[in-house]
């Protein structure tokens, strides 16, 4: 029971556009949403975060967008550049209340690529 | 470079064996959680430890198991092995126990023949 979907595998995107990517969820108890950049053997990195009380959350050329009524989360990269292309993980997390982890639920990810 | 390291990068054995994927947090976190990426799969949370004692656990098989020592390293052991479990297997760490953002290591390469 996958409780993070990415539904799209792959994204390929002409540099200077708009790359949109998309996550769902089905657990209406997470509370925090994450995206991470993978590039080819490396471990995932960090790229922006949006708490469930919020709707959007802006950093740079990147703003993530959460619709809680329809467990919907959205990644926009504008504009895209090439260095851009990467595989990008969604991640959701709640907390477990009394043992204090953050547990991250991985999407499968969606392999971007921007062309030049 | 996130400053996670994971020792070995690439490791082949047979089935039946045993195997241990260590990793080294950043400098000042005190929690490691590991993960397993199988193909075609988002990761999968396994275990986490938080300044030498487990803290949560995931979908971790009873063949596997970890221990954080006293100088925060951390060591995934899996036995038994199965050609299934060839995967990607990740730490990450963090400052704190109860912290949504993880820095991760590059990641051991298991391949199981």
């Known amino acids: 029971d996958q409780q993070v979907k990415q539904n799209s595998p792959s994204l390929s995107v002409q540099e200077g556009r708009i790359s949109i990517l998309n996550c769902d969820y089905t657990n209406s108890m997470f509370d925090y949403f994450l995206w991470y950049k993978k590039y080819p053997a490396e471990g995932p990195t960090f790229l922006i975060s949006?708490?469930?009380?919020?709707d959007k959350n802006e950093d740079g050329r990147f703003t993530v967008f959460l619709n809680k009524s329809a467990k919907h989360l959205s990644l926009h990269i504008v504009p895209s550049q090439p260095g851009d292309s990467a595989v990008y993980f969604c991640a959701a997390s709640l907390v477990y209340s009394g043992a204090g982890s953050y547990q991250l639920t991985f999407g499968k990810g969606t392999k971007l690529s921007v062309i030049p | 470079d996130s400053g996670v390291t994971q020792t070995p990068k690439h490791l082949i054995t047979a089935t039946g064996q045993r195997v241990t994927l260590r990793c080294s947090p950043r400098s000042g976190d005190l929690s490691v959680y590991w993960y397993q990426q199988s193909l075609d799969q988002g990761l999968q949370f396994l275990i986490q430890?938080?300044?030498?004692?487990?803290?949560a656990k995931g979908n971790i098989l009873e063949r596997f198991s970890a221990q954080q020592f006293p100088d925060l390293h951390s060591e995934l052991n899996l036995s038994s092995l199965e050609l299934g479990d060839s995967a990607l297997y990740f730490c990450a760490s963090s400052v704190s126990g109860g912290s949504y953002e993880q820095y991760f290591g590059p990641g051991t390469r298991l391949t199981v023949t």
């Open positions: 430890y938080y300044n030498g004692e487990e803290r």
């Open positions: 949006i708490s469930s009380i919020k």
